[in-house]
T-cell receptor
Framework: GENVEQHPSTLSVQEGDSAVIKCTYS??????FPWYKQELGKGPQLIIDIRSNVGEKKDQRIAVTLNKTAKHFSLHITETQPEDSAVYFC????????????FGTGTRLLVSP | DADVTQTPRNRITKTGKRIMLECSQT?????MYWYRQDPGLGLRLIYY???????NKGEISDGYSVSRQAQAKFSLSLESAIPNQTALYFC???????????FGPGTRLTVL
């Protein structure tokens, strides 16, 4: 089955800096890669996703890149703000008509003013 | 009102007790999921349901059971709780053919 590794486990940056979180996956059949943000006391919320037929996707200050050959994908946050502080999870799944997501272990991002 | 609600939000119980966690959704989604979150382990799938009559085991179903009472309600039961079931539990929903899973606020369960 799929296994997803996520690094780093914690990341501290200054406001305005960029942050990068990296994930690797094991199953070459995986073709859908979402990123979820979990704020304190809340459930995870989808912030961006990418399919294997796309190499990069952007949404304002966040972007995701995918390298299928190396089986890794990354979340990039530019111009970080204190409200970006949260735990971020990557996930992967083969799209077989059903999302059986396998999550990474999470990255706690702290953005200091 | 929240689209996916979970009750209770916090629960402390003793080893051996039976406990039920409840999830309700107003999104009209057919698919519902139960996840468990442990520090350093991410979220792991316990059970999932495609509809009221279709329930499937996930990655870590041992020690848990579920009931899909209606399209909008999906309950998770611990028949005889043990301390290593202490965790944060999340319910989620999704629409068939669409990508996003919508999570509830979670239930923090402590088994003493």
């Amino acid at each position: 089955g799929e296994n997803v590794e996520q690094h780093p486990s914690t990341l501290s940056v200054q406001e305005g800096d960029s942050a990068v979180i990296k994930c690797t996956y094991s199953d070459s059949a995986s073709n859908y890669f979402p990123w979820y943000k979990q704020e304190l006391g809340k459930g995870p919320q989808l912030i961006i996703d990418i399919r294997s037929n796309v190499g990069e996707k952007k949404d304002q200050r966040i972007a995701v890149t995918l390298n299928k050959t190396a089986k890794h994908f990354s979340l990039h946050i530019t111009e970080t703000q204190p409200e970006d502080s949260a735990v971020y999870f990557c996930a992967a799944t083969p799209w077989t008509g059903f999302q059986k997501l396998v999550f990474g272990t999470g990255t706690r991002l702290l953005v200091s003013p | 009102d929240a689209d996916v609600t979970q009750t209770p939000r916090n629960r402390i119980t003793k080893t051996g007790k039976r406990i039920m966690l409840e999830c309700s959704q107003t999104k009209g989604h057919d698919r519902m999921y139960w996840y468990r979150q442990d520090p350093g382990l991410g979220l792991r799938l316990i059970y999932y349901s495609f509809d009221v009559k279709d329930i499937n085991k996930g990655e870590i179903s041992d020690g848990y059971s579920v009931s899909r009472q209606a399209q909008a309600k999906f309950s998770l039961s611990l028949e005889s709780a043990i301390p290593n079931q202490t965790a944060l539990y999340f319910c989620a929903t999704s629409d068939p053919g669409l990508d996003t899973q919508y999570f509830g606020p979670g239930t923090r369960l402590t088994v003493l």
